[in-house]
């Protein structure tokens, strides 16, 4: 017992010397929000020294569960809330407070080697619920296409579902990956691939297809014409206050966190 007591001694008196353990903000969830909230805490730590940041991706379901869990204190999204989870949130007593940071396109991606260059989503549909299984049905070379989806937890996944699935369902041969980078680095070397990815993660080793002879951009994003656009969102339990509200407060500042929007290449709200 006198051990035991020593050592949780030991134990209150460095969580009582450690202020960054009393300033922390934890953040979780989206992987197409973590590239802007990567920028914005570097940018955030540096104004406010005093207060850390403690980051981790895992997909909008996860940031969701660990806020509802209330093991996070920010759940990063590129969904909206589900019924299930305000239903969830009620049962806890919790409120889930919605703040938009920034708008995204959802560009559906191939390989730079493939010749197809404009979808519509009735293509994009069939191609992912498989009745479409051959790159020449859609005026692309004789191959078969290999799709890439990416896993149920993601919000991206959501939004692809409900934007372009409706009520098809994604094909189960699909290849699964938990990123928006893991999607590109499979469609980047794949040269029969397709995937979807947020704006933010196209890059020269890929190709972003127009649909219906639009291009994603953020003119037709912020216009909503572009059929894939949606918003990207940070919900915390409550109106967020202390040391989150200052951070929130920091995300919609046009000259501060909406600035990081811009340079992780999405549509801040606010200029």
């Known amino acids: 017992m006198k051990i035991k007591s020593i050592v949780m001694s030991a134990l209150l008196a460095l969580c009582a010397a450690s202020p960054a353990a009393a300033a922390s903000i934890t953040i979780n969830g989206s992987t197409t929000v973590l590239p802007i909230i990567q920028k914005a805490s570097e940018h955030f730590m540096a104004s406010y020294p005093d207060i850390s940041i403690v980051l981790s991706g895992g997909g909008s379901g996860t940031g969701i569960k660990s806020l509802l869990d209330g093991i996070t204190d920010v759940a990063m999204s590129s969904r909206d809330v589900k019924s299930s989870e305000i239903k969830l949130a009620a049962e806890k007593k919790m409120e889930l407070t919605r703040t938009v940071i920034g708008v995204d396109a959802l560009v559906p991606i191939v390989n730079t080697k493939n010749t197809v260059k404009d979808l519509s989503i009735a293509q994009l549909r069939d191609i992912f619920a498989g009745k479409i299984t051959n790159w020449k049905e859609v005026g692309g070379n004789d191959a078969r296409i290999v799709v890439v989806n990416r896993d149920n937890s993601s919000g991206t996944y959501e939004c692809w579902k409900?934007?372009?699935?409706?009520?098809?369902?994604?094909?189960?041969?699909?290849?699964?990956?938990?990123?928006?980078?893991?999607?590109?680095?499979?469609?980047?070397?794949?040269?029969?691939?397709?995937?979807?990815?947020?704006m933010g993660y196209l890059n020269d080793n890929v190709k972003g297809l127009t649909i219906g002879g639009m291009a994603a951009s953020a003119e037709?994003?912020?216009?909503?014409?572009?059929?894939?656009?949606?918003?990207?969102?940070?919900?915390?339990?409550?109106?967020?206050?202390?040391?989150?509200?200052?951070?929130?407060?920091?995300?919609?500042?046009?000259?501060?966190?909406?600035?990081?929007?811009?340079?992780?290449?999405?549509?801040?709200?606010?200029?």
């Open 162 to 198: 409900e934007l372009v699935m409706k009520d098809a369902k994604v094909m189960p041969k699909a290849l699964t990956q938990a990123s928006n980078g893991g999607v590109a680095q499979n469609v980047a070397t794949n040269p029969n691939a397709i995937g979807y990815i947020g």
């Open 220 to 271: 037709t994003a912020l216009a909503k014409k572009w059929p894939l656009s949606r918003e990207l969102y940070l919900f915390t339990n409550g109106k967020p206050e202390g040391n989150t509200g200052t951070f929130m407060k920091f995300m919609l500042d046009p000259k501060l966190g909406q600035q990081d929007v811009l340079k992780a290449g999405y549509i801040p709200i606010s200029k």
